[in-house]
């Protein structure tokens, strides 16, 4: 256990906080958005260490087989685990299918990663990807918000902050869709020369397994 793991398990923590502060038994529930100021803030810090516990592993050289089995965890379940919950707090933004959609490419994702690992390559993370984690964050602080404010009253200005939640929303929908493709051409174009080789190398050692001694 290190520095790096440590915080990838603080994130892990948050998610049943994260539960408890969105749901209706919540007792700080007061007219002033009390209660989505807190859930917002949970959530920004919980992705902050997204980011910080990779860096600092990076630096220090922990990068452990521990933390690269709790790091992704981490990550799909503060996202899943959020965005369900939005679907019972803003209705009216966060629709089920968005959920489905956006929960299933991140399966599909951590699918074609552990396939291209069995095959000897890796899938790094591209800047479709990292704009995805970006919009995911902003449509889930946005909807958190929504749901105590139509709009900011700034000066003259009056911000919209349903409006933008309705359109980080979708627009996070479209990224998470269409980083999925990305990702999937970068798989593919990848796939069927490791599959060759990889049938190649297993043939060399089934000869080499059922090769017969010759007799003397």
């Excluded at 516990?53 to 996202?79: C, E, F, H, N, S």
């Excluded at 966060?94 to 490419?105: A, D, N, S």
Aim: with cysteine; aromatic share 10%; glycine share 6%.
């Amino acid at each position: 256990m290190n520095l790096p793991n440590s915080i990838t398990l603080s994130r892990i923590a948050t998610v049943p906080v994260l539960i408890w502060v969105l749901s209706p038994k919540f007792p700080v529930q007061g007219t002033h958005g009390e209660q989505e100021i807190i859930a917002s803030v949970i959530f920004i810090l919980a992705s902050i260490t997204d980011g910080l516990d990779g860096y600092l592993a990076r630096k220090r050289g922990q990068i452990t087989t521990l933390g690269m089995l709790l790091d992704p965890l981490a990550d799909k379940l503060m996202v899943t685990t959020a965005f369900i919950l939005l679907v019972a707090f803003t209705p009216h933004i966060m629709k089920p299918w968005i959920v489905v959609l956006v929960i299933g490419r991140e399966f599909l994702v951590s699918g074609l990663r552990s396939i291209a690992t069995n095959e000897g390559f890796t899938i790094a993370a591209s800047d479709l990807g990292k704009l995805k984690t970006v919009t995911q964050i902003v449509a889930v602080v946005a909807c958190i918000l929504s749901h105590r404010w139509d709009h900011w009253q700034i000066g003259w200005y009056p911000f919209p902050v349903a409006f933008t939640a309705i359109m980080a929303t979708y627009w996070m929908t479209a990224v998470s869709v269409i980083s999925a493709v990305d990702y999937f051409i970068g798989f593919w174009s990848k796939i069927e020369h490791a599959s060759d080789a990889t049938r190649q190398r297993s043939l060399v050692l089934n000869r080499k397994k059922t090769a017969v001694p010759e007799k003397a």
